[in-house]
């Protein structure tokens, strides 16, 4: 069954993660009595697999035409990777369910199987993300980081191709879903590389007018510990008026000896790796309201230190271009 008595229509990207995601929803929800279907739709970064995704001017990168479809009553539902999704969406749409999180942790991938320790002087390192190569270059000055586009496949294609580069940086999550975690060297630390906000975290968006398929979807896929941890750090990110594709990271975890505290660590670095500002808060957190309010309290604390300057020049130093 469905709530509107046929299929759910699902939609997703077409790569290998974004369908294991979706199956993994549709699962859920076939558990919870929903009979669904994936609707394959191609977004911006889909279309421009040869453009650093730091020069694509838009916030949505990987979701921007499947809004289109949702609004467009083309699809009930949509599966995100949630790191993926702006801190404010199009009008007329919702997040209906935060699912389950995977480790949030980036992970170090080599040939190798090298761990961060073990990387030469020098070495070639490859990622798409502006966060990773900031921070990178943090620790790191002498690394050459290059940038590297396409889906996990893709990416451990060219790591195997050129064996000029050490390693590369992905998410341990994916990597993890794919059954690729053979590949990992290090899952690296997250006070060395902090993760993005919300990744390895799942999101089911539906249109704000349709409770009944937010209601299945809550009801089927909703993680209330993950939507805890994962809304301090989007609000960290919205407050800090950053999109995916900015150096903005943030990760939260249960307080140490606290059960009823948020521990959130935020940093802001300068692309090249030369100016860093970070700030750890913790606070007592029951719904996600309070986590949205320790999320901005830290973002405030780090424009305190300079971060507003180092994501002005950010901005100020990408060209972009159009949505196709």
């Known amino acids: ?188 630390p997250p006070d060395l590389l902090v993760p993005a906000p919300a990744q390895g975290a799942l999101a089911v968006t539906a249109r704000e007018e349709d409770q009944v398929v937010q209601n299945a979807v809550r009801h089927a896929v909703h993680d209330p510990i993950a939507e805890l941890f994962v809304t301090a750090e989007r609000a960290f990110l919205s407050r800090l008026e950053g999109g995916c594709q900015v150096p903005i990271a943030a990760y939260a975890q249960r307080a140490e000896g606290q059960a009823d505290a948020i521990h959130l660590h935020g940093r802001v670095v300068s692309p090249d790796g030369r100016v860093m500002v970070e700030k750890h808060g913790t606070g007592p957190v029951s719904d996600p309201e309070e986590s949205a309010a320790l999320g901005i309290a830290l973002a405030d604390d780090l424009l305190a230190q300079g971060a507003g300057a180092i994501l002005m020049d950010v901005r100020n130093g990408i060209p972009a271009i159009s949505e196709p």
């Open 1 to 188: 069954m469905s709530p509107a008595g046929g299929r759910l229509r699902i939609g997703t990207r077409g790569s290998a993660l974004a369908l294991w995601q979706t199956e993994r929803v549709r699962s859920l929800l076939a558990a919870a009595g929903y009979d669904s279907e994936p609707v394959k739709i191609k977004t911006t970064g889909d279309l421009t697999p040869d453009v650093p995704l730091a020069r694509i001017g838009s916030r949505a990168l990987f979701t921007k035409q499947i809004d289109d479809a949702l609004l467009n009553r083309e699809i009930d539902l949509a599966v995100h990777s949630l790191k993926d999704l702006p801190t404010r969406l199009p009008a007329g749409i919702v997040i209906g369910a935060v699912g389950e999180r995977e480790d949030a942790r980036d992970a170090l991938v080599s040939r190798d199987l090298l761990d961060w320790g073990a990387l030469p002087h020098g070495a070639r390192v490859g990622t798409s993300s502006l966060r990773r190569r900031a921070q990178l270059l943090y620790h790191r000055p002498d690394l050459q980081v290059v940038d590297l586009r396409g889906n996990v496949d893709t990416r451990l294609g060219k790591l195997d191709r050129n064996p000029e580069w050490s390693a590369i940086v992905l998410a341990s999550a994916g990597l993890v879903r794919l059954g690729l975690d053979h590949r990992i060297g290090e899952r690296l």
